[in-house]
């Protein structure tokens, strides 16, 4: 219980997507991640790793400057420091470094890997859980005709059952989309949309009506992050409104509950600054009587671990399937055996920490 903060070490990934599964929305297409992995060694020799999930058309981070920050600003504020409380040393980064959350959010997830390791229990039990130990999981389709064929041939192939349509590109093109992935998973099977902020107001009504007949079962971000008025007219219409991109940090979940602006927050760890932040926000949003799921940047596996050892630690989480995709998203894993799932649900291991392994080809990357 007396370890310290070692070393902080990293190695860079560029991983492509499953060329079926590339992502096309409102604010670009997301075909590669070039990320940051992030291992913490403590004095008493323990392991933990972390992943900075961050692309630059989303949260204005990347590997490049990931790896920059974490070598030059974190790593000296933390090195030889107590491993614990772990909710200190997010605050030392806090003061060493403004924002770049996706970037803190990778080293937290180090340090808590590494805490409940030590501890010798999964991270969901180190954060308070577990509550389940499965969490049902959804896809994101896009592109139109044969592409949207496609990307849905994948996911099923993968076994999902559960999805969401990228609207947000133009009313007219987004209904047809939404009717064609309708028609492929059938009248039975969940479809929910996420427009990424690409609707104005007017369109953004406009599409919820047109679509209601195809049965979509929420609206994820429909309008600009910082428009919470029109939001919170949205939920007028009778469909679920999710924020995404309006809620970063615990004043931007603050605002989005005085509002009125949603009836389900997705909260990432990236965005949250790291797992304990994220089911901190979670316990909050649940406090306002707000339904939370766990949202996805196109983590890795790393990531995606995290993914799984918080919405396990939530004592409430949302009927609308969450986004661990991890592997699935991806040509290629970075985990030497991938994370328990069958696409339908992600499955929480026994072990301690995230309960993976790196591939050992990326073991020696780290310097």
Not at 107 to 130: F, N, Q
């Amino acid at each position: 219980m007396t370890a310290t903060v070692a070393a902080v070490q990293t190695a860079a990934v560029s991983l492509a997507a499953h060329p079926d599964l590339v992502v096309h929305g409102a604010r670009g297409a997301h075909d590669r991640s070039d990320f940051l992995l992030v291992k913490v060694v403590t004095s008493d020799g323990v392991e933990g790793f972390g992943e900075v999930s961050a692309t630059p058309i989303w949260s204005g981070e990347d590997g490049v400057t990931a790896r920059h920050f974490v070598e030059t600003i974190l790593a000296p504020a933390l090195v030889g420091r107590p491993l614990t409380p772990v909710g200190g040393l997010e605050r030392l980064m806090d003061v060493a470094l403004a924002q770049n959350p996706f970037t803190k959010a990778g080293v937290s997830i180090a340090l808590w890997d590494a805490w409940a390791r030590t501890l010798g229990v999964p991270l969901a039990v180190a954060l308070g859980g577990p509550y389940r130990t499965e969490v049902p999981v959804k896809l994101s389709l896009s592109g139109d005709g044969e592409k949207l064929e496609r990307a849905h041939a994948a996911a099923v192939a993968a076994g999902f059952g559960a999805f969401k349509v990228k609207v947000g590109l133009g009313v007219d093109g987004d209904v047809e989309r939404f009717a064609h992935a309708r028609s492929l998973v059938g009248d039975q099977a969940f479809l929910g949309m996420d427009a990424n902020g690409g609707w104005s107001r007017s369109d953004a009504a406009r599409a919820i009506r047109a679509l209601t007949p195809y049965g979509p079962a929420f609206a994820e971000q429909p309008v600009r992050p910082d428009d919470l008025a029109g939001m919170r007219s949205l939920r007028d219409l009778g469909l679920p409104v999710v924020a995404d991109e309006s809620v970063f940090g615990t004043a931007d979940l603050t605002r989005v509950v005085e509002a009125g602006a949603a009836d389900v927050v997705s909260l990432y760890v990236g965005k949250s600054g790291g797992p304990g932040r994220a089911v901190a926000m979670a316990a909050q949003a649940d406090a306002a009587g707000l339904d939370v799921l766990i949202g996805s940047n196109g983590e890795l596996g790393l990531g995606a671990a995290a993914q799984l050892h918080v919405a396990a630690a939530l004592p409430r989480l949302s009927a609308i399937p969450s986004d661990v995709i991890g592997a699935h998203y991806y040509a290629e894993d970075i985990l030497a055996e991938p994370l328990a799932g069958d696409g339908a649900v992600v499955r929480l291991g026994a072990e301690p920490g995230l309960g993976v392994t790196l591939r050992d080809d990326l073991l020696r990357e780290f310097r």
